[in-house]
């Protein structure tokens, strides 16, 4: 039971273009979104979040939208960079706990 | 991941063997969360620990498996008896609060079995 997906394993984008990775959850008790970039062999590092009160934050070149009816979360990062290359997680926590619930993840491949 | 300490980084045990796993938590962070990640799998959660106290075990295997986190020392998870599918990545995280806080991850423990 995923509660949380990303239906795209995989996005291949040219540099100084805009990256769109998408994730969809189920679970309508999700209160706060998270995205995380990793690479191999390290921990996944935060890059920006969301409340449920919000529907978009902003953090520089990368923006999450949230879209509660329809269960959505995007992010976007513009212009996309070579170094941004790397496995993009989105998670979901529920408030009691915090206890984060993440996607499969979405290899992200910026060419130069 | 400057901040959230692990260790070892890497851990190689042979079957039936103990794994211990260690976690320092950001400064002024008092919320520890430990996840796993098989391979070819995404990160699932595992335990939710706040200073002395066991907040959240609901991902954790009845078995073998417990947590801690004293209040003096890192927190520690431990396996007992290992056996080949506890081969994984464990990883750490702490937060500020568990409420609308990002959790910050180390770098994780790759855990192999003979």
């Known amino acids: 039971d995923q509660q949380v997906k990303q239906n795209s394993p995989s996005l291949s984008v040219q540099e100084g273009r805009i990256s769109i990775l998408n994730c969809d959850y189920t679970n309508s008790m999700f209160d706060y979104f998270l995205w995380y970039k990793k690479y191999p062999a390290e921990g996944p590092t935060f890059l920006i979040s969301?409340?449920?009160?919000?529907d978009k934050n902003e953090d520089g070149r990368f923006t999450v939208f949230l879209n509660k009816s329809a269960k959505h979360l995007s992010l976007h990062i513009v212009p996309s960079q070579p170094g941004d290359s790397a496995v993009y997680f989105c998670a979901a926590s529920e408030g009691s706990t915090g206890k984060l619930i993440f996607g499969q993840g979405t290899t992200l491949q910026v060419k130069p | 991941n400057a901040g959230v300490m692990q260790n070892p980084r890497h851990l190689v045990r042979r079957r039936g063997q103990e794994a211990r796993l260690r976690c320092s938590p950001m400064?002024?962070?008092?919320?520890v969360y430990w996840y796993r990640q098989l391979p070819e799998e995404g990160l699932k959660f595992m335990v939710y620990?706040?200073?002395?106290?066991?907040?959240?075990e609901s991902g954790m295997p009845k078995e073998r498996f417990s947590a801690e986190f004293p209040k003096e020392g890192p927190s520690i998870l431990r396996i007992q008896q290992v056996v080949r599918g506890d081969s994984a990545a464990y990883f750490c995280?702490?937060?500020?609060?568990?409420?609308?806080?990002?959790?910050?991850f180390g770098d994780g423990t790759r855990l192999s079995i003979l």
């Open positions: 400064k002024g962070h008092s919320h």
């Open positions: 995280a702490s937060s500020r609060d568990r409420f609308n806080q990002p959790q910050h």
């Open positions: 620990l706040q200073k002395e106290n066991i907040i959240d």
């Open positions: 969301i409340s449920s009160i919000k």
